[in-house]
């Protein structure tokens, strides 16, 4: 069954600390995609990411930074020099390409990691 | 200009009572979607509708009932509240047509059943 693992429930960093985010996935499918989300305080879910099963290209945006791993079906995040407003909820999601005359996808979530940066 | 929006934003209400929660989004998308946040923040996907068509009903109890009037809205009924429906409801779109297919969510509804 599809699933994903953020084995990381909270993770608390200095600002200016560099810091990883886990997800380790489990699906079946050859087609699937992958997000990252992000919870900040006031609740909304934004989206940040998304990553397609063919591509394992690393991406950098700014300070983000994700590293795609078929091998060891990872999809790590990683926050260079952190800042307090990094302070948030991720989540890591998997999405099958569903297909049903035309496409639609499920999120499956993880259970999300709790970042806090202190000042 | 908002992309995804949901009303109300909080919610308050006995059990037993009936109540809705309305969602709209205005990005033209085919697809639109209901999750649930409970309390210890895991998401969960009710229902997702495309083009007003049920899609997927993810074992939902059958108190909650979707509706979709048009592509660009999609309700959410709820009979007969239960405390354990107190949580967080998220209401979604998605372009599901082509590679683009992030989803993007309104701000969310704090359901809380007394």
């Known amino acids: 069954a599809q699933k994903v693992t953020q084995a990381q429930t909270e993770i608390s960093v200095v600002e200016k600390e560099d810091v990883t985010l886990d997800c380790v996935y489990e699906?079946?499918?050859?087609?699937?995609?992958l997000f990252w989300y992000k919870q900040p305080p006031s609740g909304e879910l934004v989206f940040l990411i998304r990553?397609?099963?063919?591509?394992?290209q690393n991406e950098i945006s700014g300070r983000y930074s994700w590293n795609f791993q078929k091998s060891t079906s990872s999809f790590n995040f990683t926050i260079t020099a952190s800042q307090v407003v990094d302070s948030a909820v991720y989540f890591c999601a998997l999405s099958e390409a569903f297909f049903y005359g035309g496409a639609t996808n499920k999120l499956i979530f993880g259970t999300g990691t709790l970042l806090a940066v202190q000042p | 200009d908002t992309a995804v929006s949901q009303t109300p934003k909080y919610l308050v209400t006995q059990m037993g009572n009936d109540k809705s929660i309305k969602c709209e989004q205005n990005l033209g998308h085919d697809t639109m979607y209901w999750y649930k946040q409970d309390s210890k923040k895991f998401l969960k996907i009710m229902f997702s509708?495309?083009?007003?068509?049920?899609?997927i009903n993810e074992t939902v109890p059958n108190r909650f009932s979707p509706k979709s009037p048009d592509k660009a809205h999609l309700n959410l009924h709820i009979n007969s509240l239960e405390l354990g429906d107190s949580a967080v409801y998220f209401c979604?779109?998605?372009?599901?047509?082509?590679?683009?297919?992030?989803?993007?969510f309104g701000p969310g509804t704090r359901l809380t059943v007394l």
């Open positions: 509708y495309n083009n007003k068509e049920l899609i």
């Open positions: 699906t079946r499918d050859t087609t699937y995609y």
């Open positions: 990553r397609n099963s063919f591509d394992e």
């Open positions: 979604a779109s998605s372009q599901d047509r082509g590679r683009y297919n992030e989803q993007f």
